[in-house]
């Protein structure tokens, strides 16, 4: 299997694993973007939050509240900022959860172009269609 996600969960790639039970896996992201930036990851393969079960998803719910409750304690950080992408811009094709500890002035930004967004009155009729 090439997916590296699934390298981790059997073993064959290492990681910094801080929690893991029989439908999660909790490591430390090799490519942080604050000290304690955490994956979660289903054992089982899911491309995305689309193709998942509502079994694992209440699982990955629960271990983020419990695991962000964790580097709270442990790293002193402030908050924590939950992202998960699912097809564009998901370099991984396994479904993750990223917890992404917050400090003060760490200058965290989610950058957005908002040219050519609609006013959330012709969003709202597109969904409602």
């Known amino acids: 299997m090439e997916c590296i996600f699934c390298k981790i969960i059997n073993g064959e790639i290492p990681s910094y694993t801080i929690y893991e039970d029989e439908y999660v896996k909790v490591f430390l992201d090799i490519h942080p973007i604050s000290n304690g930036h955490t994956l979660i990851i289903p054992k089982k393969h899911f491309e995305n939050l689309y ?12 271990t983020s ?31 993750h959860m990223h917890l992404i500890p ?3 002035k760490d200058n965290f930004q989610l950058k957005v172009n908002r040219t050519g967004l609609w006013e959330a009155q012709k969003t709202f009729e597109k969904i409602k269609e």
Do not use: A, P
């Not at 193709?51 to 629960?62: G, H, V």
């Open 65 to 95: 509240q419990k695991v962000g409750t964790l580097l709270k304690e442990k790293l002193g950080c402030k908050g924590i900022t939950r992202l998960q992408n699912n097809e564009y811009g998901q370099e991984v094709k396994h479904y």
């Open 51 to 62: 193709e998942m079960d509502s079994e694992t998803l209440t699982k990955i719910e629960i």
């Open 102 to 104: 917050r400090y003060e």
